[in-house]
């Protein structure tokens, strides 16, 4: 009897699931609702896992047999309790006996680098660093949430984009920044911005939406909105070099992928990461992420499972997954 | 018949009156509730301001009369919205005719310099830099709140200390603020951090409250402490060049007043706010407040009611306010 295996990159706005066969083969995707046990509790994250478990079942063709195994990479997922709610999610779905929960940085981490130990760098919303070596030590930097952290974030971008644009307006300096962030705020001047901050309010994810506009005037040469990327950049290294040191790779080489949207700004952060990240571990190797994190998951899924995962399946799942 | 004046230091967890007659005698004082609209609403703020000057004018012997003139200095007032609902509140307790109505940085400037023209640079649990020229133009910098700015304040100064522990704790960096500040989180180590700020939650007067750890830190030598106070300082004193430049004083003598709890931190904070000034502003001169900000606002009420402000009546006020 043939045996199946799971995947789940399960996040606040939605949530994948994907099904390969031991050979590595991917053979069916699906997509479902929100299931961050964070911002939807475990009854939403039921429905929005079992609808994206049932659309990659027919799209696999496969029958409603329990998988050999399952791995679900949950946003939010940062202690024991959380793991034991999603396992408890796994069972009511019935998804099979053998369930594995981690947070997402963890398969994004497994697909980044197929499989291979190494470090992820994420710059979405938030940032964090985690790592993990063959001896399977873990270590995470960063991370600590938009509050005191998440540096190098689009948060934390687009909260300095907000704060420099304050004081270019009440004149402690000046940026390119000033106009184009009075303009998303919807305000006239920054004589309203203490309105508009906080009786009006503004969200997380609103701030982290003026991200692209540091990006922008860093590209027209904005000396503020420049060296706020270069110290963005500098203390996303600072986090790499902290778990490397951590997880016995001061000196040794190592591979970090990058993940979250941030990157996507291209070479306006790239280049400059590259060059710091150069001068703190020059041993390290930039990848861009080889499978998306559900595809991580389905490959520790397999691990966990008991199969190796050569080289053999490594290029199955790569030429299978886009399929 | 003889005038009496009354001034108001509305704040977010008390109120302050002071009682002065025409000639600058302060005759009574009294004390009530929280009255920042902000935090407590119109209704609790009358009861407040309406305990304090009831307070005031038993101690200073005084019938139920209306004042020939009132100033109210209050927390939280930033629109001409807010002023209206403050005059409002005040013809409720029928204080008389003329009212006048501005922010709590006026009133703490007023009382910092006896009614001179200049600066005030306030760090408490937030941080703003005002100014009022001769001619009465006012220019602000900073004071953008929490949220994306004050700079320099208890919150900042707290936050970042629980942000430097964050990076002592996973590597990135070394502080002996780490110690302590888990101590004060009541958390054993940072894997806990997610847990008690996001889960269980932390207050903005709580994150304020971590800035005495930096200043321990930063006197017993700690480098990243210390660096930190440099970059407070340096944030603080661009305020002020910003405010000082806005009205005229970019080479012009003036004077600015410290007020707020950050500064009884002392020497710590003092000598490097002093040397960064003297470079930006050598020609500013540093006054610790004179008149508290309650006194402050007697003085522009006795100003608004027509009274010449000068030297005698200063020294009336002075020697009469601590009685």
């Avoid at 998306?292 to 290029?315: E, F, H, K, W």
């Amino acid at each position: 009897m043939a045996h199946y295996f799971l995947g789940i990159d399960g996040g606040g706005t939605k949530t994948q699931a994907a099904i390969c066969d031991e050979s590595g083969r991917v053979l069916g995707m699906g997509l479902g609702g929100a299931s961050g046990i964070d911002s939807v509790g475990a009854d939403a994250a039921t429905v929005s896992i079992g609808a994206a478990v049932a659309a990659a079942r027919t799209n696999a063709g496969l029958p409603d047999v329990p998988f050999a195994a399952v791995f679900l990479g949950m946003a939010g997922v940062v202690s024991e309790a959380d793991r034991d709610i999603v396992r408890r999610v796994a069972q009511r779905l019935r998804l099979g006996d053998a369930i594995h929960v981690d947070h997402d940085i963890r398969i994004a981490l497994a697909g980044g680098l197929s499989g291979r130990p190494g470090i992820a760098l994420i710059a979405g919303t938030g940032s964090s660093c985690f790592g993990m070596n063959a001896a399977g030590k873990r270590w995470q930097a960063g991370g600590w949430g938009h509050l005191i952290s998440d540096e190098g974030s689009s948060y934390w971008f687009g909260w300095n984009a907000i704060r420099l644009a304050a004081g270019s307006g009440d004149g402690r300096w000046q940026t390119a920044l000033y106009a184009p962030v009075m303009r998303r705020l919807g305000i006239e001047d920054v004589a309203e911005l203490h309105q508009r901050l906080y009786t009006q309010g503004i969200s997380k994810a609103e701030i982290a939406g003026f991200a692209p506009l540091v990006m922008e005037a860093a590209a027209d040469g904005d000396i503020l909105a420049l060296a706020l990327i270069r110290q963005g950049v500098h203390e996303m290294a600072l986090m790499v070099k902290a778990v490397a040191h951590n997880l016995g790779w001061a000196d040794a080489p190592c591979e970090v992928t990058l993940t979250g949207g941030l990157w996507r700004a291209g070479e306006v952060v790239l280049t400059p990461f590259r060059a710091v990240l150069a001068e703190m571990l020059p041993q390290a190797r930039i990848v861009m992420p080889e499978l998306p994190p559900v595809i991580g998951a389905c490959l520790l899924a397999l691990q966990a499972g008991g199969v190796i995962v050569d080289a053999i399946v490594r290029r199955q799942i790569n030429s299978s997954h886009k399929g």
